[in-house]
């Protein structure tokens, strides 16, 4: 069974290291200000669709990412990981988009890929945590979902069987193709980079890369046509600009910010019995149990 399979990855600002200028004066991310990591369920989801591809010898694993030129380094990550080819949106009209923005626009590039069976993505950004592309992308392209997802169990006559992780505990649901599948970080962790990937990948670039780098071997981009990574424009995708970007998005973000959780007082207990009860008396008596 040949599978097209295509994987949405983001590119997402490491939320572990919030600073003062995280945000900027129109209450978007300030994405050049914090270190860019792939998001980590999202990481998850790629190796579902690897696990797939491995079973399925023929399969295709694209990668759709969308964000400035530096999102280029996803692509050569889900590359060297075993994807076969990706597409980076990239335009400056898709900036600033929130959940509604965003998923229009991915809409529309797949809707360019045209021939997929399965798209994957991870339940949610850890820069937004809201869990919401992955469901409106399969709601725009009127297919079927199956959300929180930790193990694709079988995929027979047109169908793909899914283990889900939820609340309360699991369960296992079927779906036809067609589909989107968003996959906890409960799932797999994603196989490690390969060496022989690495090396062929390794010189891959996107336009905007290239133009950035200024490109001294430009033979090698002719003679290995797999090195030059795909770059599409709200045009090239035929994308309304009014529902791209901040144009395109009801949701604003005031500011982000850390907050830590400080203990105002503490005690040092002992395994003692009367300290137990004494412990379990004070729990009881704020209600914090009982």
Known sequence: MNLKIVVLAKQVPDTRNVGKDAMKAD???????LPAIFNPEDLNALEQALRIKDANPG?????????????????REGLFRGADNGYVLSDKAFAGADTLATSYALSMAIRKIGDFDIILGGRQAIDGDTAQVGPQVAQKLGIPQITYAEEILNIENGKVTVRRHIDGGVETVKAPMPLVITVNNS??????????????????????????RGVQYESLYESRPYLNLQEWNVTDVNADVQQCGLAGSPTKVNTVQNISFQAKESKTLTAADADIETLMKELIANHTIG
Do not use: F
């Open 59 to 75: 399969s295709t694993v694209t990668l759709l990412t969308m964000g400035p030129g530096r999102a280029a380094e996803i692509i």
């Open 27 to 33: 209450g978007t991310v300030n994405r050049a200000a």
């Open 187 to 212: 799932a797999a962790p994603c196989r490690p980079r390969n060496a022989k990937w690495i090396q062929k990948y390794k010189y891959a670039l996107s336009p905007s890369e290239k133009r950035e």
